[in-house]
């Protein structure tokens, strides 16, 4: 929790379009305690006074001075917040300070700025075995999964960060086992469960954990589940049983009428944990070793920690070669970072000129921070490139941006890795997805017949994921 807090504060200069600071809220109830809160503290006449301690010890760990947005806010401040919120036995509410960031622009500028400083980076290419090159290197074969093929990698050191799945094989001791913990999470519309600029924390559920509804691009991400996890990592599925809890305890605490969720995924947690025990009860911290000299893997931690995590496994990686470089990451400005109220108002005015939505130069910022002219650049150059697609929070123009400079190479990429149209429209974008190849395929220099297997594949895409 304190590396957590911590990185966030980096993390709101490096990557200052990226995050942004944001409310929770917490219910206080007169016959309710906090899931997470030691049993003793869930007493209703100890819980008030136990959580705001609480509060105070999540803000010395983070290094924050008092917090001017936590405070106690009465019944009528959470109705106005939570317009559906249950007010039986309700005596008032806490509100505390976190940040919002979005993982897979994150994930994507992070991958930019190593390449910026020098990094090359590939898609679509799984490294399927490490071998000794017999003179204290190593030989990745790596696999080309878009186009076949493979090539050989030569390296000094190799290290393995591969998540949820097992590293490659070939040399070494056995990788750490990790134990994987399914997390599912619905898309809802926001009026339906009655959110508009705060998270609302779900103190208690039947299983002692707590469940969030946060607001996000005009919907409400509800979740989070935390059960073992045994099938395929590509595609963890939320099933009915993970939709049913997840409705359950929102008509716990919202009056909310029935509705269809818009769409439903589920991550993966790889956690170190070789006990194979409650997935709710194991360690978040990450773990390093050294499978043979040279070759390290990483697993466990979470996104919040992942720039403390890559400079401990880049230390020792760069111990083994002998060198004494030291990061300095917590310095360097992300791709995109650096906004002005000047770009702010010359990227509005771009927008307008050339017939886009209001609130659209809002979104690119979002998503691109002062790349986001570069979309533009790419919208005035070709008007049916500024069609709006996902509803019209999107653009073609996007589309071309995310071939061009951020390696996607399928409409699978665009919809599901680059943006949330996949997640985040009615129909999964597959009103959009003719458009989508076309502007993809004129892009990459597809012909018909690629261009219809990459619609045969997208259709495949949605489909794994249950969509």
Known sequence: ?????REQKVLEHTADYLVSPFDFVIPVYKDRGFADAPRWARHPLIFPIALRLGLWFYDRLGGRGRSKSKRRIDVAEMQRRFPRIKTDNLRHGVVYRDYQTDDARLTVMIV???????????????????????????????????????VAVRAKTVIAATGAFTPPTGTGDDPIPVVLSKGAHLVTPADAVGVTDSALVLPETEDERVMFVVPWLGRAVVGTTDTPYSGDPAHPLTDGDDTAYMLRHIHIYLDTPRFEPISAW????????PSGGDTSKASREHEITQLTP?????????????????????SKAIKHLGKKERSHTADIALAGAGLSREFTRMLAARCSALGFPANYSNRLIERYGTRASLVLDIAAGDDRLRKPIGGGEWSLAETVYQARHEAAATVTDVIQR??????????????????????????????????????????????????
């Open 266 to 273: 589920s991550g993966l947690r790889a956690l170190a944990d």
């Open 112 to 150: 930019k700025t190593a390449v910026e400083h020098g990094a090359v980076a590939a898609g679509w290419m799984e490294a399927t075995s490490v071998e000794s090159d017999g003179s204290g290197g190593f030989v990745v074969t790596i696999t080309d999964r878009l186009e076949g093929g493979e």
């Open 294 to 314: 040279g070759y390290i893997q990483v697993a466990g931690g979470k996104l919040t920690g992942y720039r403390r995590i890559a400079e401990a496994v880049t």
């Open 418 to 467: 680059r943006t949330r149209l996949a997640w985040f429209t009615p129909d999964h974008a597959r009103g959009d997805l003719a458009a989508l190849a076309d502007a993809l395929g004129d892009e990459l220099g597809w012909d018909d017949v690629r261009r219809d297997s990459e619609l045969e594949r997208v259709e495949r895409d949605l489909a794994a994921e249950g969509l």
């Open 1 to 5: 929790v304190r590396e957590g807090l």
